[in-house]
Nanobody, 128 residues
Framework: EVQLVESGGGLVQTGGSLRLSCAAS????????????IGWFRQAPGKEREGVSY????????YYADSVKGRFTISRDNAKNTVYLQMNLLQPEDTAVYYC?????????????????WGKGTLVTVSA
């Protein structure tokens, strides 16, 4: 069973930065971490879960929601089984629980419904 654990959330002032990490474990021998696409999603209270960023398997192509383009950067270190989300110029509207999710597919999407595995989330709070 693949397990994902997010870390790096916390309280930050408007304009500040945070770096989230998503560490994977439990990946079987015949499937490597690099075979998984990893997405970051967020959900604020009373709102739908939305895709934030995605990094594909293979050539690690990246995708971003329009709301975070130019501010967030997703990257991966397959040797460490970890994906990162560098968040800069944070705004109060970025406040949410951030989840990472994995899919063993070449798919490239910000749709949460196609993801196979989910972490429990890490809370990001941006104060004005």
């Amino acid at each position: 069973e693949v397990q994902l654990v997010e870390s790096g959330g916390g309280l930050v002032q408007t304009g500040g930065s945070l770096r989230l990490s998503c560490a994977a474990s439990g990946i079987t021998f015949d499937v490597t971490f690099g075979d998984y696409g990893i997405g970051w999603f967020r959900q604020a209270p009373g709102k739908e879960r939305e895709g934030v960023s995605y990094i594909s398997s293979g050539h690690a192509r990246t995708y971003y929601a329009d709301s975070v383009k130019g501010r967030f950067t997703i990257s991966r270190d397959n040797a460490k089984n970890t994906v990162y989300l560098q968040m800069n110029l944070l705004q109060p509207e970025d406040t949410a629980v951030y989840y990472c999710a994995a899919v063993n597919s070449p798919i490239a999407t910000l749709r949460p419904d196609v993801m196979d595995y989910w972490g429990k989330g890490t809370l990001v709070t941006v104060s004005a």
